[in-house]
């Protein structure tokens, strides 16, 4: 059997057999036109004319399951990206509930902040010091104390997420401490 006459006679029932288990008519078409290529390129090989309609529906059951395989897992990815979403909504949500405003003026920001900062640990308040307030890079900051730049990194890592953790209720900080983080 030539393969033209093969494919007019199974193209249209290959392709609504597909429709079936991936649901749409492009994505089946697309899978049919995969196969019926995969099976011309192999055609001399494919042997026994009542055989080729087996070959052929495994073909299109092997490469609907991957289609169908690589649509579950973009599916879960698309579901866990949705969760981080709603799970960042429902944090900024709560923590703008919880906000404080009630701060008069841009000395009490300034009080908090030092406050905050001074209840760092010694070795952490003093890079973070030298780090953000004194203007100094992290190589100056770890030759001037002997360190390595890693060490500063660390420490600097430790400072933030205290200094988040004391002042989450505080937009102006949070705004401050972002900037301030490069």
Same mark, same amino acid.
């Not at 006679?9 to 288990?21: D, G």
């Not at 690589?70 to 429902?90: G, N, S, W």
């Given at each position: 059997?030539?393969?033209?006459?093969?494919?007019?006679?199974?193209?249209?029932?290959?392709?609504?057999?597909?429709?079936?288990?991936? @649901?749409?008519?492009? %994505? $089946?078409?697309?899978?049919?036109? @995969?196969?019926?290529? %995969?099976?011309?390129?192999?055609?001399?090989?494919?042997? &026994?004319? +009542?055989?080729?309609?087996?070959?052929?529906?495994?073909?299109?059951?092997?490469?609907?399951? !991957?289609?169908?395989?690589?649509?579950?897992? =973009?599916?879960?990815?698309?579901?866990?990206?949705?969760? +981080?979403?709603?799970?960042?909504?429902?944090?900024?949500? +709560?923590?703008? #509930?919880?906000?404080?405003?009630?701060?008069?003026?841009? *000395? %009490?920001?300034?009080?908090?902040?030092?406050?905050?900062? !001074?209840?760092?640990?010694?070795?952490?308040?003093?890079?973070?010091?030298?780090?953000?307030? +004194? &203007?100094?890079?992290?190589? *100056?900051?770890? #030759? $001037?104390? @002997?360190?390595?730049? !890693?060490?500063? *990194?660390? #420490?600097? =890592?430790?400072?933030?997420?205290?200094?988040?953790? #004391?002042?989450?209720?505080?937009?102006?900080?949070?705004?401050?401490?972002?900037?301030? !983080?490069?």
């Amino acid at each position: 059997m030539k393969f033209e006459k093969f494919y007019i006679n199974w193209y249209s029932r290959a392709k609504n057999f597909c429709i079936q288990y991936v @649901g749409e008519k492009e %994505d $089946a078409e697309n899978i049919i036109q @995969g196969v019926f290529t %995969d099976m011309y390129e192999k055609w001399d090989q494919l042997s &026994g004319e +009542d055989k080729l309609p087996a070959y052929l529906f495994s073909a299109i059951k092997n490469s609907s399951l !991957n289609f169908l395989r690589q649509r579950l897992q =973009q599916e879960k990815a698309k579901a866990q990206i949705q969760r +981080d979403v709603m799970f960042d909504l429902r944090v900024n949500y +709560d923590a703008l #509930q919880e906000l404080n405003t009630n701060f008069p003026n841009e *000395e %009490d920001i300034n009080r908090m902040l030092y406050q905050a900062i !001074n209840a760092l640990p010694e070795r952490c308040r003093k890079i973070f010091t030298m780090r953000k307030i +004194d &203007g100094m890079s992290q190589k *100056e900051v770890a #030759q $001037a104390l @002997g360190i390595s730049v !890693n060490t500063i *990194e660390v #420490q600097m =890592q430790i400072a933030y997420r205290k200094l988040r953790e #004391q002042l989450k209720n505080y937009v102006p900080m949070l705004i401050f401490l972002l900037n301030i !983080n490069n």
